[in-house]
């Protein structure tokens, strides 16, 4: 990949014809004709080129350059936004449209993305940064995101970055190519020195569970909770009919399956054959299959009666 070239490390002939010929990615920086600017690992690159020695790339941008799922807003945010930590002992950061600093302290090592070779922070630290962040933009505590009136809706601001913060968690500690284990990122987590904002980092991690596949399931588990249900098993393995299948969210001891289906759960053919063989062999071996979808993500309520005239406990 070229490197972005900026004017000030130029002289006056080569400055002027970099900005003829060249892509202009933010002031002063541009990159090789027929870049596109737009492009999230140039406007990492333009960040960085304007930041101090030491900086690299943190919070959802790093999720984004990763290719992790990330929540609609954050999505949205990894369009609009570079976010980078900063040593705080630098004499001066990029105080620039479109990219968002986060100081930090103590030694941060930073890892290198792929081939481009971009700096980026522990994905732990991303985490807490994109945490802290949620925070300072919606600001929670225990009480606002626990409101019984709004039992399993995540429709204020302060509940949906609860909810937001707690999904990126997940996906660290998924089921599939985990990137972090839940042991150690909790001793990371416990190892944080204080500082602003640190309680809603804890109380965010407390919520975190390993074994996840998806962002809903992880919305649907934290709604379960809320409404007063027992804990459910994340993806637990069974054999059922002589094969291995990974349950999303049920009840081991009452085999009680809740199964979100997904927008697109329908589209593939392939797939639905699938999953009726899959019903079938869980409903042999005494399972019952209890339907969630996107719907109930924005009104839990029914999906709520269905589980309770189900479950007994």
Not at 89 to 96: E, L, Q
Not at 272 to 299: F, N, T
Request: some cysteine; aromatic content about 8%; overall charge positive.
């Amino acid at each position: 990949m070229e490197p972005l070239r900026t004017t000030a490390e130029l002289s006056d002939w080569q400055s002027r014809q970099l900005r003829r010929d060249g892509v202009r990615v933010a002031r002063g920086i541009y990159a090789e004709p027929g870049a596109d600017p737009a492009a999230l690992v140039n406007r990492v690159r333009a960040a960085l080129a304007a930041a101090p020695e030491g900086s690299m790339v943190t919070s959802v941008t790093a999720y984004a350059l990763g290719g992790l799922p990330l929540p609609t807003a954050q999505e949205r945010d990894a369009t609009q936004r570079v976010h980078l930590a900063v040593p705080k002992a630098a004499r001066s950061y990029p105080r620039r449209p479109g990219v968002t600093v986060h100081l930090f302290a103590a030694d941060l090592r930073a890892h290198r993305f792929g081939s481009s070779g971009i700096p980026v922070a522990d994905l732990r630290q991303c985490w807490v940064d994109a945490t802290r962040q949620l925070g300072r933009e919606a600001p929670w505590d225990r009480a606002a995101t626990l409101l019984p009136i709004q039992r399993g809706r995540f429709n204020t601001p302060a509940r949906r970055a609860w909810l937001q913060a707690v999904q990126l968690g997940d996906v660290l500690v998924r089921r599939q190519r985990p990137l972090a284990t839940l042991a150690a990122f909790a001793a990371y987590v416990a190892a944080l020195p204080r500082s602003p904002g640190l309680a809603r980092v804890r109380e965010a991690f407390s919520a975190i569970r390993a074994g996840t596949d998806s962002l809903p399931e992880t919305q649907i588990r934290l709604a379960l909770a809320e409404a007063g249900f027992p804990e459910p098993a994340i993806n637990y393995e069974v054999v059922a009919a002589g094969r291995r299948r990974f349950l999303d969210i049920c009840w081991p001891d009452q085999q009680i399956d809740l199964e979100y289906q997904g927008a697109g759960h329908f589209d593939d053919p392939r797939q639905v054959k699938a999953d009726m063989e899959r019903r079938g062999d869980l409903q042999r071996d005494g399972w019952v299959i209890v339907e969630a979808s996107a719907r109930d993500l924005a009104d839990p309520g029914k999906l709520f009666a269905r589980l309770a005239a189900t479950l007994s406990w």
